[in-house]
C-alpha cells in the first residue's frame, strides 16, 4: 500500500509525516511525532484520552485518519504550555489535585482549554457537559470540574 505524504501544523509548527490510509492521526502523534501525551484509552472515541483540537474542534485522534489532518492545525497537550510555564489550567489541576494516575489528564486538559477558549465564563453544568466525553476512572471529576472552574474565573480576572 502506497503511504500518503501529509503536511500539516502541530502545536504551532509546520510538521510533515508518511502515513497508511488507515492510519489514525493518534498512531501518527505518538509513533512518528513522538507526542505520547495523548493516550488511546479506548481506540473508539469513547473515552476522551486521545484528545486533541483540530483547526479548535474538540476531536479524540483515535477517530481521527492521518491523512485528513493535512493542511489543518493541530494541538496536543504538549502545545498547551508555553515552554516551562504551565497554563493556567494545568497550574489549576495541580491545585487542586484534580489528577492521579494521569491517563485522562492530557485529554482533559485539551477539552477544557477548548471549553474555555469558546466560553470564557461557563457555568458548572456547562463544564461537566463539556467534559463529559472524557472518563476517568480515578477522580470522581469534582476536583477537576473544581480546577477548570478556577482557571476560568482566573482567566476572566475575577
Request: with cysteine.
Given at each position: 500500500m502506497n503511504k500518503i505524504h501529509v503536511t500539516t501544523t502541530v502545536n504551532g509548527d509546520p510538521v510533515e509525516y508518511l502515513c497508511e490510509p488507515q492510519e489514525t492521526l493518534l498512531d501518527v502523534l505518538r509513533n512518528q511525532l513522538r507526542l505520547t501525551g495523548a493516550k488511546e484509552g479506548c481506540g473508539t472515541g469513547d473515552c476522551g484520552a486521545c484528545s486533541v483540537t483540530l483547526n479548535g474542534r474538540l476531536v479524540c485522534s483515535c477517530l481521527v485518519l492521518a491523512a485528513e489532518a493535512g493542511g489543518q492545525e493541530v494541538a496536543t497537550v504538549e502545545g498547551i504550555a508555553d515552554g516551562d510555564n504551565l497554563h493556567?489550567?494545568?497550574?489549576?489541576?495541580?491545585?487542586?489535585a484534580a489528577l492521579q494516575c494521569g491517563v485522562c489528564t492530557p485529554g482533559i486538559l485539551v477539552a477544557a482549554?477548548?471549553?474555555?477558549?469558546?466560553?470564557?465564563?461557563?457555568?458548572?453544568?456547562?463544564?461537566?457537559?463539556?467534559?463529559?466525553?472524557?472518563?476517568?476512572?480515578?477522580t470522581g471529576y469534582d476536583k477537576i470540574i473544581t480546577a477548570v472552574m478556577d482557571a476560568a474565573a482566573e482567566m476572566r480576572g475575577a
Amino acid at each position: 500500500m502506497n503511504k500518503i505524504h501529509v503536511t500539516t501544523t502541530v502545536n504551532g509548527d509546520p510538521v510533515e509525516y508518511l502515513c497508511e490510509p488507515q492510519e489514525t492521526l493518534l498512531d501518527v502523534l505518538r509513533n512518528q511525532l513522538r507526542l505520547t501525551g495523548a493516550k488511546e484509552g479506548c481506540g473508539t472515541g469513547d473515552c476522551g484520552a486521545c484528545s486533541v483540537t483540530l483547526n479548535g474542534r474538540l476531536v479524540c485522534s483515535c477517530l481521527v485518519l492521518a491523512a485528513e489532518a493535512g493542511g489543518q492545525e493541530v494541538a496536543t497537550v504538549e502545545g498547551i504550555a508555553d515552554g516551562d510555564n504551565l497554563h493556567i489550567l494545568q497550574k489549576k489541576i495541580l491545585e487542586h489535585a484534580a489528577l492521579q494516575c494521569g491517563v485522562c489528564t492530557p485529554g482533559i486538559l485539551v477539552a477544557a482549554k477548548a471549553l474555555l477558549e469558546k466560553h470564557p465564563d461557563p457555568t458548572e453544568v456547562e463544564a461537566r457537559y463539556w467534559l463529559a466525553g472524557n472518563l476517568c476512572r480515578c477522580t470522581g471529576y469534582d476536583k477537576i470540574i473544581t480546577a477548570v472552574m478556577d482557571a476560568a474565573a482566573e482567566m476572566r480576572g475575577a
